[in-house]
Nanobody, 115 residues
């Protein structure tokens, strides 16, 4: 199994930046597609960004050009660099790891964009 622990969330002003980290343990990190999802109050959880085991990246239209997902195989960690943050980015951000067999979730980290 895989255990995922997110960190790096917090309060930031519009236009600011945050970097989220997701540390994975318990399985073979390199075989998983990693992703970041978010869920805002009253809204459905949505995919923000993902990166495959071949380092192919995909982004939600709403964050493309502002967010960057990356992974460090040596550290078993995936990152989400969030720049030019908007009020609409406020949500709980969840780390996800998945392959053909299973899917795992972190407990989430709160990102609040506010004046």
């Amino acid at each position: 199994q895989v255990q995922l622990v997110e960190s790096g969330g917090g309060l930031v002003q519009p236009g600011g930046s945050l970097r989220l980290s997701c540390a994975a343990s318990g399985s073979i990190f390199s075989t998983f597609t990693m992703g970041w999802y978010r869920q805002a109050p009253g809204k459905q959880r949505e995919l923000v960004a993902q990166i495959t085991r071949g380092d192919i990246t995909n982004y939600a239209t709403s964050v493309k050009g502002r967010f960057t997902i990356s992974r460090d195989y040596a550290k078993n960690t995936v990152y989400l660099q969030m720049n030019s943050l908007k009020l609409e980015d406020t949500a709980v951000y969840y780390c996800n790891a998945q392959n053909i067999i299973a899917r795992y979730w972190g407990q989430g980290t709160q990102v609040t964009v506010s004046l």
